[in-house]
């Protein structure tokens, strides 16, 4: 079965300092893969997805890029983090018919 | 509208009681339905997913109601281990899933 593995757990940084958080996949192949961002009291919001290597769709407008430069990895980038980009950041993949396995996220606090 | 909507709650119930939560949604094309559970500070984990006829599993049981664009999640005989945040999520195409903001629910003893 899938696993997606994520990390830092949690991360503190400071405005405009850069980001980069990484998620990669076991078990399975070729997965799409998808970032979302849960801020404080809000809902789980899709940020990016990826149906392959190389190949990336921005869902919202935003201060941050994502990069697929394997099968099995996806990471989230920012040159300059801003206070709204604080949030719970998590890395999911497609589990055959069951939805998603999500990773265990990462808890950013931009100050 | 939003694509999924949910009454983010709290629900406080007692042990024992039951649950019963809705979540509508707005694409009619929508496919396939999932319930999550999320626990404070972890990542959601699926709970249930649901089909044009739903399904039970122990004290959970999950319906769609296609005419009017919803889905349930029934909790029976609650415990307090059950108390957590309950994500609906809608999965449309390159099998990306919508969420909705999620209800809370605390099993209070």
């Keep these: 079965s899938q696993t997606i593995h994520q990390w830092p ?34 809902g789980l919001q899709l940020l990016f997805y990826s149906v392959g290597i190389g190949q990336i769709s921005s869902e919202v407008p935003q201060n941050l890029s994502a990069s697929r430069p394997q099968d099995r990895q996806f990471i989230l980038s920012s040159k300059k983090l801003l206070l709204s980009d604080s949030g719970f950041y998590l890395c999911a993949g497609p589990q055959g018919d069951y939805g ?10 931009v100050v | ?63 769609l109601n296609r005419a009017s664009q919803y889905i349930s999640l029934l909790i029976r005989d609650s415990k307090l281990s059950d108390s ?19 209800t809370k629910l605390q099993v209070i003893p």
């Excluded at chain 1, 998603?100 to 606090?109: D, I, V």
């Design chain 1, 9 to 42: 757990a949690t991360l503190v940084q400071p405005v405009g300092s850069p980001l980069s958080l990484e998620c990669t996949v076991e078990g399975t192949s070729n997965p799409n893969l998808y970032w979302y961002r849960q801020a404080a009291g809000r």
């Design chain 1, 100 to 109: 998603y396995t999500f990773g265990s996220g990462t808890r950013l606090t």
């Design chain 2, 1 to 63: 509208r939003k694509e999924v909507e949910q009454d983010p709650g709290p629900f406080n119930v007692p042990e024992g009681a039951t649950v019963a939560f809705n979540c509508t949604y707005s694409n009619s094309a929508s496919q396939s339905f999932f319930w999550y559970r999320q626990d404070c500070r972890k990542e959601p984990k699926l709970l249930m997913s649901v089909y044009s006829s739903g399904n039970e599993d122990g004290r959970f049981t999950a319906q």
């Design chain 2, 84 to 102: 957590a945040t309950y994500l609906c999520g809608r999965r449309g195409g390159y099998q990306k899933v919508t969420f909705g903001i999620g």
